[in-house]
């Protein structure tokens, strides 16, 4: 196998695994899923891909890393094999990774830090915080009291 395919392997797996702790996991899922059926994977490949998943939410903040490498590591592996053995061409390895990187892009770009805070005393009734608000409408009943 030359050193492209390895190459495309590990960054594939790689993307995988950052794609596992984001919103866009359900679409990068079905991607691998469906390029691993493909290629004669085992037929739990969507739920070895969940489970996966689930065990690399679960580990806590020191664990989580050497979990993702691991799990880099196996697809990566996985991946390879089935190129070497011919069962996912290199044009269909490419477009799973150009699929996985754009997916991974666009769950960069939306992450979004936010710090609210309230200052100024105390707060006697609802405080609404968001990043923008459009089209609001306030409806207050005019009561005449005396």
């Known amino acids: 196998m030359d050193s492209e395919l390895a190459v495309l392997a590990a960054s594939g797996a790689t993307t995988l695994v950052s794609l596992m702790v984001t919103d ?6 079905e991607l691998v899923g469906r390029y691993l059926s493909r290629t004669s994977a085992a037929p739990d490949t969507f739920d070895d891909l969940q489970d996966t ?5 679960a580990a806590d903040a020191t664990e989580r890393e050497r ?3 691991e799990i880099s590591r196996r697809y990566g592996d996985h991946l390879r094999r089935l190129a070497e053995a011919g069962g996912g061409s290199d044009e269909a390895l490419r477009a799973l990774l150009t699929s996985l990187l754009r997916l991974s892009a666009s769950a960069t770009g939306t992450w979004r ?19 923008s608000v459009a089209g609001l409408t306030f409806h207050v009943d005019h009561v005449d009291r005396q």
């Open 113 to 131: 830090t936010v710090d609210n805070r309230i200052s100024g005393g105390v707060q006697h009734g609802p405080v609404v915080q968001s990043g």
């Open 53 to 57: 998943r689930i065990r690399l939410l």
């Open 67 to 69: 979990a993702a490498r």
């Open 24 to 29: 866009s996991w359900t679409h990068a899922r």
